[in-house]
């Protein structure tokens, strides 16, 4: 009776394990879906003495945008920039291969892994923090993005 109640115990715990990775992996299929498309860098705040203060963006920096593509279970991203007199420049970056798991987003550009947080803050909106270094010391920085109509 033991044995039994043992084996039915195990095999419960295994199905609940089972749905709990299912229950992940569509969240983080969700959240693909969410950022697909095209987003428009609208703002960039940092801290400095325990304010929150906004970065005044050049013209070009309006133009920059982040594409999100679903290809083949894959989420891609490619960065688009714009330089030069009146912004008329674009580049881009290759076609990058994203990760979105919890509240993070990873990729490799060039040699570099890089790991950036997120937050949603609507349908439309949702921002990326890091930190760099301003004026000598670490910072943390938050960039909006809009999504593209």
Same mark, same amino acid.
């Given at each position: 009776?033991?044995?039994?109640?043992?084996?039915?115990?195990?095999?419960?715990? @295994?199905?609940?394990? &089972?749905?709990? =990775?299912?229950? /992940?992996?569509?969240?983080? !299929? /969700? =959240?693909? *879906?969410?950022?697909?498309?095209?987003?428009?860098?609208?703002?960039?705040?940092? =801290? !400095?003495?325990? *304010?929150? *203060?906004?970065?005044?963006?050049?013209?070009?920096?309006? !133009?920059?945008?982040? @594409?999100?593509? /679903? #290809?083949?279970? $894959?989420? @891609?991203?490619? $960065?688009?920039?714009?330089?030069? #007199?009146?912004?008329?420049?674009?580049?881009?970056?290759?076609?990058?291969?994203?990760?979105?798991?919890?509240?993070? @987003?990873?990729?490799?550009?060039?040699?570099? =892994? $890089?790991?950036?947080?997120? *937050?949603?803050?609507?349908?439309? $909106?949702?921002?990326?923090?890091?930190?760099?270094?301003?004026?000598?010391?670490?910072?943390?920085? !938050?960039?909006?993005? &809009?999504?593209?109509?």
């Amino acid at each position: 009776m033991k044995k039994l109640f043992s084996v039915l115990f195990f095999c419960l715990l @295994i199905i609940s394990c &089972q749905s709990q =990775k299912i229950g /992940n992996r569509q969240n983080d !299929e /969700n =959240k693909a *879906k969410y950022f697909s498309g095209t987003w428009t860098f609208v703002q960039k705040t940092y =801290k !400095e003495g325990g *304010k929150t *203060k906004v970065f005044n963006l050049h013209e070009c920096m309006k !133009e920059y945008e982040l @594409i999100f593509k /679903n #290809k083949d279970l $894959k989420t @891609i991203m490619t $960065k688009t920039f714009a330089t030069g #007199k009146d912004c008329k420049i674009k580049s881009q970056t290759d076609d990058l291969l994203v990760t979105i798991s919890g509240g993070s @987003i990873s990729y490799r550009e060039e040699d570099l =892994k $890089k790991v950036e947080q997120y *937050k949603i803050y609507s349908q439309n $909106k949702f921002s990326i923090i890091y930190s760099d270094i301003i004026n000598g010391n670490v910072t943390e920085i !938050e960039d909006f993005y &809009q999504r593209k109509k």
